[in-house]
């Protein structure tokens, strides 16, 4: 990134905001030879692939419905955004890894509840059960409740 103004090279980013729901970053830079201020914007690329749903009907591939359906399984747990924008690129760059232009939302579906599972427990048991639809409620229950339970079990051994 050179300053638009002299072209060095030399250039310091005085302040990044994440901005798009965290998908992209803007920074403020300042040209270290002539100080000239500038603005860049980093984005993530759009992966362009199409998702074969249960029914077999096709769509493009939307980031907005895996961060609507993560947002979704988050809903009430704090998360840092930031970590979130992660999260996202994880997913992505899974679905990359399977070279395919054609993906089914089952394969989208199990690479996200493989992320959320390591993001957040809960968010994962939330997706799981939605997913892959726990044969009966109490069993989503039991999952939550051991959960909670190993939680407040490992707080109570630090003190
Ligand atoms: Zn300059």
């Given amino acids: 990134m050179h300053c638009p103004v002299c072209s060095s090279h030399s250039t310091k980013v005085t302040d ?20 000239f201020r500038y603005t860049t914007r980093e984005e993530t690329e759009l992966l362009d692939l199409t998702v ?15 961060i609507n359906g993560l947002e979704r399984s988050l ?4 998360y840092k955004k930031d970590l979130f924008v992660r999260l996202v690129q994880n997913i992505e760059r899974d679905i990359q890894k399977l070279k395919q232009r054609e993906v089914t939302s089952g394969e989208v579906g199990e690479i996200m509840m ?14 799981a059960s939605v997913y ?3 044969s009966d409620i109490s069993g989503f229950e039991d999952a939550i409740d051991q ?5 407040s079990h490992s707080r109570k051994k630090k003190k």
């Fill in 16 to 35: 990044s905001r994440i901005v798009d729901e965290g998908m992209g970053v803007r920074r403020r830079r300042e040209c270290e030879k002539c100080g």
């Fill in 52 to 66: 074969i749903k249960r029914d077999g009907r096709r769509e493009a591939y939307s980031r907005e419905k895996i």
């Fill in 75 to 78: 809903h009430k747990i704090p």
């Fill in 114 to 127: 493989r992320r959320l599972k390591v993001f957040n427990k809960v968010a994962y048991i939330r997706f």
């Fill in 132 to 134: 892959r639809s726990f």
């Fill in 147 to 151: 959960l909670s339970r190993k939680r």
